[in-house]
C-alpha cells in the first residue's frame, strides 16, 4: 500500500509530459488523458485515506535514501481528505473548463498549454500535502505556483498581465520568506526532516522557536489570504475565467491552511501564540465579510467571502483543541467544494446574462431556473445554513469555542454567529439582485458578444467562441451595450451569451454540489473521521515514527 502513496505527485507529471507531446495535434486525446489521470489520482486518495484511517500513516522514501536524507513522502489521516476533497473538485472543474472550450486553440501558441499546466497544478497541491520535510513542502509550493502563474495569465490580456504582476510579486516575495524560514531552521536544527524537527524544535530556545513559527506562519498566511495579508486575492483572482479562479480560491488557498495546520500542531505543540491566531481570525472574518458586503460585482464578492471564511478555520487553529481542530478540518472540506461551486455558478452567470456585476443582472430565476437553484444550494451552505455541512463545520467550531471557554474564544463564538449572519445578508442580496428582480434595461440579451477586456487591439476582429451543442453556433455578433460589463474566454477573446448553457459546465457544477450535499447526509462519518485525525494530530508520535522510518 506504501507504494501508492507517490503515485498522486507522479501520474500528473507523467501526463503533463504526453500533453505536452501531443498538444493540439491530437486534442481528444489530450482532453482523455487529463481526464482519466485526474480520475486515477481520485481513486487512489480515497484508497489511501482508507488505507491511512485503517492502519495508521503510510510513507515511502523515495532515491533510496534511509530517513531523514532522503525524500519522504506520508499520507496520513489530514492529508488522504485533502487529497481526496481536492483531486475530486479538480476532476469537477476540468470538466467544467472542457465544457466552456478552455483548452488554448489559439493559432500564434504552439501548445494547448492549460491541460500541462493544469496537471502540474495537481501534482504540486499533491506533492503539497504529501511532504514529509519542510524542504519538499517548498518544492511542492514552487510546482503549484509555477503553474498557478501560467494559468493565471493565459490569453495574454491586460486585466489578466496586471492582476498576474500582482499575483507573481507577492508569491514571489512569500517564497523567498519561505526559504529564509527553511534556511533558519536548517541553521538552528541541522535538518528539514518533519520527525527530527519535531524533536530538535522543542529544544531550541523559546525566542528562536517563536521567531521560526512566526516565519512560517507568515508565509502559510499570506498563501491563505489570512487578513492582514490578503489584499492581493480581490485584485488577482476575478480576472481569470471562472474554471481558473474556481480552482484557486478553492483549493490553493486551503494549501496554505493546511500548512498551518499541520506545523502547528506537529512542530509547534503547545499554542503559544493562540491568542494571536484567534486575533488574526477575527479580524479575517468580520473585515472580509465587511468587504463582501460592499461589493456589486459577483466575483468580487465571493472573492471577500474567501477571506472572511478563512478566519473559521483560523479560529479552529488558534484554539488547538481536538474538537477544535476536527471543526476546522470539516470546514476546510465543506469550504472547498462550496467555494469552489460558487465561482463555477459565477461563470455560468456571466455566460447567461454577460457579466457578474450585480446592478445589470436580474430575473435569472424566470430565465434559468436551473442556474438559480445551482446558485441557492451553494450559497445556502456557505451561509451555514442547517442543516448543510456548513452549519456543521460551524457548529463544531462554535461548540468547541463554548467549551474552551477563554475571552477570546467566546469573542470568536459571537464573531463566527455574526459572519454567519451577514453571510446570508450577502448571498440574499445576490439572490435579489440577480435572479429575484426583474431583468433591468439594457440587460445583455442571447446571442450578443461581449468584447474583450483587453485596452489592446490585439483581438479586434477576433470572433465570439463557438461552443458546439449550447445553441450559440451562428449567432450573429451585435455590439455590447452602452455600459454593458465585458466578458472574455480564456484566450480574452469575446464571449456570446446563450440561453441553453453547455452540459458539462452545468454537470460538473451540479456534480461540486452534490460533493458537499455528500458531507452533509454522511455528517456522522465524515465528523467521526475528523475526530479521529485530530487526535492523531495531536498524538504526533504515529506521525513522526512513520517519517523517521521507524
Not at 114 to 130: D, E, K, N, R, W
Request: hydrophobic share 50%; net charge neutral.
Amino acid at each position: 500500500m506504501n507504494a501508492l502513496v507517490p503515485l498522486p505527485v507522479l501520474l500528473p507529471l507523467c501526463a503533463t509530459g504526453l500533453s505536452l507531446a501531443f498538444g493540439t495535434r491530437l486534442g481528444r486525446f489530450q482532453r482523455f488523458i487529463s481526464v482519466a489521470v485526474l480520475t486515477a489520482v481520485t481513486a487512489l486518495s480515497v484508497i489511501l485515506m482508507v488505507a491511512a484511517d485503517r492502519q495508521g500513516p503510510l510513507s515511502v522514501h523515495l532515491g533510496d535514501f534511509a530517513p531523514p536524507l532522503g525524500i519522504t513522502l506520508v499520507a496520513d489521516r489530514l492529508s488522504g481528505l485533502m487529497l481526496t476533497v481536492s483531486s475530486a473538485v479538480t476532476l469537477c472543474v476540468l470538466v467544467y473548463s472542457l465544457g466552456q472550450g478552455m483548452t488554448d486553440r489559439d493559432k500564434e501558441t504552439p501548445l494547448a498549454v492549460f491541460h500541462p499546466a493544469y496537471l502540474i497544478l495537481v501534482a504540486g497541491v499533491s506533492c503539497t500535502f504529501l511532504a514529509g520535510d519542510l524542504v519538499n513542502l517548498y518544492v511542492g509550493f514552487e510546482i503549484m505556483l509555477v503553474a498557478s502563474f501560467v494559468l493565471l495569465t493565459l490569453g495574454g490580456t491586460g486585466p489578466r498581465m496586471r492582476a498576474g504582476s500582482t499575483y507573481v510579486i507577492i508569491s514571489l516575495f512569500s517564497s523567498m520568506l519561505f526559504l529564509t524560514a527553511i534556511a533558519m531552521t536548517y541553521a538552528a536544527t541541522g535538518t528539514a526532516n518533519f520527525g527530527q524537527l519535531a524533536v530538535r524544535l522543542a529544544e531550541l530556545p523559546i525566542g528562536v522557536q517563536t521567531l521560526i513559527q512566526a516565519l512560517l506562519l507568515t508565509v502559510f498566511a499570506i498563501k491563505a489570504a489570512v487578513f492582514p495579508l490578503a489584499a492581493w486575492l480581490p485584485d488577482s483572482y476575478p480576472t481569470a475565467p471562472a474554471p481558473v479562479t474556481a480552482v484557486f480560491a478553492g483549493l490553493l488557498t486551503k494549501v496554505g491552511v493546511y500548512c498551518m495546520l499541520r506545523t502547528e500542531t506537529l512542530l509547534f505543540p503547545g499554542n503559544r501564540i493562540g491568542d494571536l491566531l484567534m486575533a488574526i481570525a477575527l479580524a479575517s472574518m468580520v473585515i472580509g465579510i465587511l468587504g463582501a458586503v460592499a461589493q456589486t460585482d459577483l466575483k468580487r464578492l465571493l472573492s471577500f467571502t474567501l477571506i472572511s471564511h478563512i478566519g473559521y478555520m483560523v479560529f479552529g487553529i488558534g484554539l488547538a483543541t481536538r474538537e477544535a481542530y476536527g471543526g476546522a478540518i470539516v470546514y476546510v472540506a465543506h469550504h472547498i467544494t462550496v467555494q469552489t461551486t460558487l465561482f463555477l455558478v459565477a461563470g455560468l452567470i456571466e455566460r447567461r446574462g454577460g457579466t457578474t456585476e450585480l446592478t445589470r443582472l436580474g430575473g435569472l430565476a424566470r430565465a434559468a431556473p436551473m442556474l438559480a437553484l445551482l446558485f441557492f444550494v451553494p450559497a445556502m451552505n456557505l451561509a451555514g445554513i442547517p442543516p448543510l455541512s456548513g452549519f456543521i463545520g460551524k457548529l463544531g467550531l462554535m461548540r468547541a469555542g463554548v467549551a474552551d471557554g477563554g475571552g477570546w474564544a467566546w469573542v470568536l463564538v459571537a464573531g463566527s454567529a455574526a459572519t454567519s449572519l451577514l453571510t446570508l445578508y450577502v448571498v440574499a442580496k445576490v439572490w435579489n439582485l440577480a435572479f429575484w428582480r426583474a431583468a433591468p434595461p439594457g440587460q445583455a440579451a442571447a446571442g450578443t458578444v461581449l468584447e474583450s477586456g483587453d485596452d489592446s487591439d490585439d483581438d479586434t476582429d477576433a470572433g465570439p467562441d463557438r461552443i458546439p451543442g449550447t445553441g450559440d453556433e451562428g449567432v450573429g455578433t451585435t455590439p455590447p451595450p452602452a455600459g454593458q460589463a465585458v466578458a472574455a474566454t480564456l484566450h480574452g477573446r469575446a464571449v456570446t451569451t446563450t440561453s441553453r448553457l453547455p452540459h458539462p459546465m452545468v454537470a460538473a457544477t451540479a456534480a461540486t454540489i452534490a460533493i458537499g450535499l455528500a458531507f452533509t447526509v454522511f455528517a456522522d462519518p465524515l465528523t467521526s473521521y475528523t475526530d479521529r485525525t485530530a487526535a492523531e494530530l495531536l498524538q504526533r508520535a504515529p506521525y513522526i515514527q512513520e517519517v523517521l522510518g521507524r
